[in-house]
């Protein structure tokens, strides 16, 4: 195995719309900074097929999922143009494997952001406005069933993404305690507020340029952060919405 043939793999089972078993399977010796190398490639196949970076999702950033995947700090993945939702729009079900939504506070960048040791204060200074967000998950992974390795080689799990236009500026706002609450079906099952992010949404925004700076990369101008569920994902399927419900932020309604 080495790391074109594994983001070659990992494309044909998202296009193929058929999960397969971990890559650590094949690949016991995958490392964290190869598994990267494998999400890079992947993303230049993307950028080969024409698609556009338009930002960078976190992942694992509450401290009971770090637990869960034995690992002290989030992970960090791409987000190109093909995975955006237009609001309204339901996602494609013969086009994935196995959805999840999960609610988002999400960053569009007013100002490049370039890491290392920045502090969360200085990251936020940088953000234009806040918005709602809800992600779909869609692991290439029989089952969700992966290492810590397997997960950021394949992206972190990136399918698509929806962000509100009610647009706020950060300082009008306690992300901390901005509050969702998660429904499925008009159904409330899951709540959190922003401090379920890394005691802070702004937080994660300071690790996600110190993560990129890790590969010799930035936070561009104009780019989304989708800065980690605020709550578990729960599974989206046909014919039962999920809705992400925010106090300050509105609400964003995901379906296939």
């Known amino acids: 195995m080495n790391v074109e043939r594994a983001a070659e793999m990992l494309l044909r089972a998202e296009t193929d719309v058929r999960a397969r078993a971990p890559l650590t399977d094949e690949w016991p010796e995958l490392d964290l900074a190869t598994a990267y190398e494998v999400q890079d490639a992947l993303l230049s196949l993307r950028l080969s097929r024409g698609e556009r970076v338009v930002g960078v999702k976190l992942g694992l950033t509450s401290e009971a999922k770090q637990r869960q995947m034995g690992v ?20 494609p079900s013969g ?37 709602a967000g809800v992600e779909i998950l869609d692991s290439r992974y029989l089952d969700y069933k992966f290492t810590i390795l397997d997960v950021v080689a394949d992206n972190a799990s990136a399918a698509g993404f929806l962000v509100g236009e009610t647009g706020i500026s950060p300082a009008q706002l306690d992300l901390t305690l901005e509050a969702c609450l998660l429904e499925e079906d008009g159904v409330v099952v899951q709540s959190a507020t922003g401090a379920a992010v890394q005691g802070n949404p702004a937080q994660a925004l300071a690790l996600a340029a110190d993560l ?37 932020l509105g609400s964003l309604t995901a379906r296939v």
């Open 212 to 248: 990129l700076a890790d590969r010799g990369r930035a936070l561009e101008a104009g780019w989304i952060v989708l800065t980690g569920g605020m709550t578990d994902a729960v599974p989206l399927r046909a014919g039962s919405p999920v809705s992400a419900r925010f106090t300050n």
């Open 95 to 131: 086009r994935m494997i196995q959805p999840r939504a999960e609610p988002e506070i999400v960053f569009r960048l007013g100002e490049r952001i370039e890491g290392p040791g920045i502090a969360a204060h200085d990251a936020l200074a940088s953000v234009a406005s806040v918005h």
């Open 72 to 91: 002290d700090e989030p992970i960090i993945a791409w987000l190109t143009d093909a995975m955006a939702l237009p609001r309204g729009a339901a996602a």
